[in-house]
């Protein structure tokens, strides 16, 4: 379940359908579409109440791999930095690139926030 709608507003960014007649206060009147209307996607749920456990993200990158994925697109992460070989994102990032899955991450929501993306 996705208790804070994030998964499911980025899962509509990608791959959203086509809705007309959107704007904002009247301005930008048209259609509004995910990136990739047509795309299929496999969801796999990484995070419980606002906490995201390493080997609960670690499985999710496994089982994506294991299910032949294309792209992983991962949208979580920290206000500090991991040092790599402690940070569950990279290493599961890693291997699945190893596996052949490339890996689209978000850069976060604090834009140039403390000089760090």
Known sequence: MDTV????????????RV???VGLAGLAVGSARGAVPGARLAVYKAC??????S?????????AAADGVDLIS???GST???????????????HAMRRGVRTS???GNSALDGGRV
């Open 105 to 107: 991450a978000a850069a």
């Open 5 to 16: 709608g994030h998964g499911s507003h980025t899962a509509s960014t990608l791959a959203g």
């Open 48 to 53: 419980w109440d606002d906490w995201c456990r």
């Open 80 to 94: 500090l930095p991991f040092p790599y070989f402690q940070d569950a994102a990279a290493i599961g990032a890693f």
């Open 74 to 76: 991962f949208s979580i």
């Open 19 to 21: 809705v007309e007649g």
């Open 55 to 63: 080997e609960d993200m670690l499985a999710a990158f496994d089982d």
